[in-house]
């Protein structure tokens, strides 16, 4: 598969196409919008992955350039900019996904595969052809049951005669998909590869001419009638465990991917400060009053790179003063003489921290929090094991053996969550009912040596929030520790649907205190899109709405499996218990009646969030 990537930020050219190249994809890189259209109408891509702000012609232009001329390639649009406005526009000029930097690289490349094998003629994740098969998530390929042992660019052949297994594929057809614009391979080459993969498949049992040759045309997968061999059964005695290599495989992706971001930080730092030095001449000619206009601008769409370059290395610090950058350098009062401090003192952290960073930090698929914990309990194995875990999210534990101990640690700090296990119950009670009257909004997190109703009751008539069995592990008892303290309302994507232009401006101050990230969509003909590309935590629909109504949008998405799970609630003036039955029947998780309170629909939205996290710990 090949993929045009236009982008002129160097850093992401350099982690994106190591990273494409690394899943077996074909990448063309160009730094501006009017190459990527010269590319982009020259050479046959599979997917196009653009920027939004480019030189020349920005993202969004490029984008409706491509649709106006029919090009039916999927694109991928990447930006800084986090709205929906801008997210609607840019799937509006006719994008097939949206991604926010900074991004996950893992992400992307799953969207893009994503994308592509929607956009494939032949969309199932198994390819075959007879007795051959690829897998193109693991990138296996197996002839009869036996593996075949192939080069990257025999993958990409077999995998391309297989993508279209009617066609005769010539050798320029080969060449321009196989092979970036860069380099140039003679038809040998294209010959040479056939060969060496006609004889690895000979080698598996197939017959010589498996592929064949159209001469003067080209090649193909010829059809020889042959049943099509069962799949070979993994013997459970000798099948290692799925999690085990999981983590395993996790652990030196980890490790090799914050390798690379390492090396490649060493040649971006010195590019990242060359564009703070611009920001300095930009500033120190705002304070001359000298400042000009196309200076300004330069100035904003550096920082607004810099959001992106910083976020993808992880720079997290670096990476919010430069969006606080971009702000200022965008608006109107920049003048002021607030601003230009606010400015100078904002482009010098910048640089400190730009400067300071030798070494990135280590890429870590446990997310990172920053709490603190009270560990409860007399056995020092336990209590040693869970702080070490919590310490690698980032968590800070105190360990109390004794109820003594616990409450001198209160004293003199006060924890974000405790977690107590204590066997003896007498003790557990008076810790709960001592702690529940000291602190009685700390979540009490409890680990019981046994699971029953009687314990369940007895530790929530004593305060206590949660309780886990003694055979849960570490990792799901930090876990649930961070789900007590951060609950789902902290920047919970909430979409919601409604004809009502004023209720949806309405929303985002109304649901402001609960520090929901509001999206809002008076078109129901767009829901499919914009649901896509905002990926919401819960959806909130209206039911009578024009062309389509609520009840139709909600039937759409219980019927795929990706958006089954997601929480959707009504809010809608119609009162009549027939409308309501309907809502539920449907897949309605809840149904309000206008007008409804913001303390209300927040509690609403929070009870289903709070039922899909607790339902997804549990499940992990």
């Given at each position: ?7 002129d ?11 494409l190249t ?28 653009m ?56 992400e ?11 956009c494939?003629?032949?969309p199932?994740?198994?390819m ?17 049951g036996q ?7 025999e993958y ?14 010539s ?26 993969l006609?004889?690895k498949?000979?080698?598996a ?17 010829k ?13 459970l005695?000798?099948a ?6 999981d ?14 971001l ?32 196309p ?12 959001v992106g370059t ?15 950058l971009?702000?200022l ?10 601003q230009?401090i ?9 640089q400190?921290?730009?400067?300071s ?11 990172q ?13 336990f ?26 640690s ?25 702690l ?15 699971d ?26 930090v ?9 789902p ?10 004809d009502?232009?004023l ?11 609960w520090?929901?990230?509001?999206t ?14 905002v990926?919401?935590d819960?959806l ?9 109504d609520g009840?139709?949008l ?17 809010v809608?003036?119609l009162?009549?218990?027939k ?17 409804v ?7 609403r939205i ?15």
């Amino acid at each position: 598969m090949k993929i045009l990537l236009i982008e002129d930020d160097e850093a992401i050219i350099s982690l994106l196409t190591k990273s494409l190249t690394a899943h077996r994809y074909v990448v063309d890189a160009v730094r501006d919008g009017e190459m990527g259209w010269v590319y982009g109408t020259t050479f046959e891509y599979d997917l196009i992955v653009m920027d939004i702000m480019l030189p020349k012609v920005d993202g969004i232009t490029l984008c409706q350039r491509f649709r106006a001329e029919e090009y039916t390639i999927p694109i991928v649009l990447l930006t800084a900019q986090d709205s929906s406005t801008a997210k609607i526009q840019g799937l509006n000029a006719g994008a097939d996904d949206y991604v926010i930097k900074p991004f996950d690289v893992e992400e992307l490349i799953a969207r893009i595969r994503a994308l592509l094998r929607r956009c494939s003629a032949t969309p199932s994740l198994l390819m075959s052809w007879g007795d051959l098969l690829l897998d193109p998530v693991t990138c296996e390929v197996t002839y009869n049951g036996q593996p075949l042992n192939l080069t990257t660019k025999e993958y990409e052949l077999i995998e391309l005669l297989l993508q279209d297994s009617r066609h005769v594929m010539s050798n320029d057809e080969i060449l321009d998909r196989l092979w970036s614009s860069d380099e140039f391979p003679a038809e040998a080459t294209v010959r040479s590869h056939i060969r060496r993969l006609r004889y690895k498949l000979q080698e598996a049992g197939a017959p010589h001419d498996f592929i064949g040759t159209l001469y003067g045309r080209g090649y193909y997968l010829k059809s020889f009638d042959q049943p099509i061999a069962p799949l070979p059964q993994p013997s459970l005695k000798t099948a290692p465990s799925l999690t085990t290599l999981d983590a395993s495989r996790d652990s030196t992706q980890t490790l090799q991917y914050t390798a690379f971001l390492n090396e490649t930080w060493l040649t971006t730092q010195p590019h990242c400060l060359a564009q703070v030095e611009i920001l300095f001449q930009a500033v120190q000619a705002l304070q001359a009053n000298v400042l000009t206009e196309p200076l300004q601008q330069q100035a904003h769409h550096i920082a607004h790179k810099l959001v992106g370059t910083l976020g993808v290395f992880g720079l997290t610090q670096g990476e919010h003063l430069a969006r606080r950058l971009e702000d200022l350098f965008s608006g109107a009062q920049l003048r002021q003489p607030e601003q230009v401090i606010a400015l100078e003192n904002l482009v010098s952290l910048l640089q400190q921290e730009i400067q300071s960073t030798l070494t990135l930090p280590r890429r870590s698929a446990v997310a990172q929090y920053s709490l603190a914990m009270l560990i409860i309990d007399a056995d020092a194995g336990f209590t040693q094991a869970l702080a070490e875990t919590a310490s690698q999210c980032g968590i800070k534990s105190a360990i109390a053996p004794t109820l003594e101990v616990a409450y001198q640690s209160l004293a003199s700090s006060t924890p974000n969550v405790i977690v107590l296990r204590l066997s003896d119950p007498t003790q557990r009670r008076e810790c709960l009912q001592t702690l529940a009257d000291y602190l009685p909004k700390i979540p009490i997190l409890t680990v019981a040596n046994q699971d029953t109703l009687d314990q369940r009751l007895e530790v929530s008539r004593w305060g206590g929030t949660f309780l886990l069995e003694q055979s849960v592990t570490f990792e799901q008892i930090v876990t649930y520790a961070v789900g007590l303290v951060q609950p789902p309302s902290a920047d919970a994507k909430v979409m919601f649907v409604d004809d009502d232009d004023l209720w949806l401006r309405s929303l985002p101050a109304l649901l402001e205190p609960w520090r929901f990230k509001v999206t809002t969509l008076s078109d129901p003909q767009q829901f499919w899109n914009v649901l896509q590309s905002v990926s919401p935590d819960a959806l909130v629909l209206d039911i009578k709405m024009p062309d389509i109504d609520g009840l139709e949008l909600c039937q759409v998405l219980r019927s795929d499996p990706q958006w089954q799970q997601l929480p959707v609630l009504f809010v809608s003036a119609l009162e009549d218990a027939k409308t309501q039955n309907k809502a539920f029947v449907v897949g309605a998780d809840d149904y309000l009646c206008k007008p409804v309170m913001g303390d209300d629909l927040a509690g609403r939205i929070l009870n289903r969030l709070r039922r899909i996290k607790s339902f997804t710990n549990r499940s992990s």
